[in-house]
């Protein structure tokens, strides 16, 4: 495919703003030419949509109600398509960043409609945190459209997405996850390769029940230290000093230790339970243990069924106490 570049378009006499990107230009990136296209511009997607299109990439992506503030991207050069299908059809990589299963299924093979609007040799990168099985449900059906899946989930937080600096735990055919990591460097700090097709997602969940059972852990002691008159400063001092210090630590303490700052870990007991429940779906399908996560996946359902599925993971330190 031909790369028109600035100086061809200036032979004839197609002006370019420096900075910004004309519409008759596509770029060519490790081999393949990336017209990319985003699903999803939540609080995640932002930052990738961000750093896409100020680092030079092509990039459309879908209108959406659920979407942050696009101005920013506009002003960039994106361009916002109305529907997922006809963008997925005209783009050669499509990134999804939606909340789970349920959503990319949607997507691809539901009211999207994105599945059967792919060219052959179209790339999805799956970039939600998602159930392997289905992951690998849907890249077989994407294979068969003569187009090819990566699942590429991501962990930190918005800040770091904002900042490209993202960790991707990437599942795909090794050749293609090459030749996507200039793309994905883009919002990408550091990607690790986990193998196949559904690996990444994987990956994900192993990561995301670290993670989360965690903080849950320290949530419940922080509350029984609190109904015990412990000094919060002497306990987070302690557990930085001994075998409780990490980065779980240091998302949960700011709330005991700033008057209930939660700036750190703005994550909500909903997605708590969701990603919990995947991995507690994926041992199922493993016949893995998973008795540790059952212990997490009953205090975060407890709080939904008490209908605070939208506190943050930290007020688990105050709602713990009654």
């Known amino acids: 495919m031909w790369v028109l570049r600035p ?44 750093n896409l299109v100020t680092k030079g990439w092509a990039l459309n992506y879908v209108d959406h109600p659920g979407n942050q503030p696009t101005d920013d991207l506009d002003a960039a050069g994106a361009v916002k398509w109305n529907s997922a299908a006809d963008m997925a059809a005209a783009c050669d990589v499509v990134v999804l960043c939606v909340t789970g299963s349920p959503q990319v299924e949607d997507v691809l093979i539901g009211s999207g409609g994105v599945l059967a609007a792919l060219k052959p040799g179209t790339v999805i990168v799956d970039c939600s945190t998602a159930i392997p099985a289905s992951t690998q449900k849907l890249a ?68 995301n029940i670290v993670s989360l059972g965690s903080v849950t852990l320290l949530t419940e002691v922080f509350a029984c230290a609190q109904k015990g008159g412990v000094d919060m400063g002497a306990l987070v001092d302690c557990l930085r000093k001994g075998g409780g210090s990490g980065v779980a630590l240091e998302r949960v303490a700011p709330y005991v230790l700033d008057d209930g700052a939660l700036d750190q870990m703005r994550f909500t007991v909903s997605n708590a339970a ?3 429940a995947y991995y507690s779906q994926m041992a199922s399908d493993l016949d893995a243990e998973a008795a540790v996560a059952a212990g997490v996946k009953t205090v975060v359902d407890g709080q939904i069924e008490k209908g605070n599925g939208g506190a943050f993971m930290p007020e688990l330190i105050k709602l713990l106490q009654g």
Do not use: C
């Not at 459209?145 to 090794?174: C, I, S, W, Y």
């Open 7 to 50: 100086s061809t378009l200036a032979m004839w006499g197609v002006k370019t703003v420096p900075g910004r990107r004309s519409r008759m230009m596509t770029q060519e990136r490790g081999g393949l030419v990336e017209k990319i296209g985003l699903v999803g511009v939540g609080l995640m997607g932002h930052g990738i949509a961000k």
């Open 140 to 207: 077989a059906q994407v294979e068969a459209q003569g187009a090819h899946f990566v699942d590429a989930a991501m962990t930190r937080t918005p800040k770091e997405a904002e900042e490209g600096r993202l960790n991707l735990l990437v599942g795909g055919a090794p050749e293609l996850v090459d030749r996507l990591r200039p793309m994905l460097g883009a919002f990408a700090e550091n990607i690790f390769y986990a193998g196949a097709t559904g690996t990444g997602h994987q990956l994900k969940l192993l990561h």
């Open 274 to 276: 969701k990603d919990v």
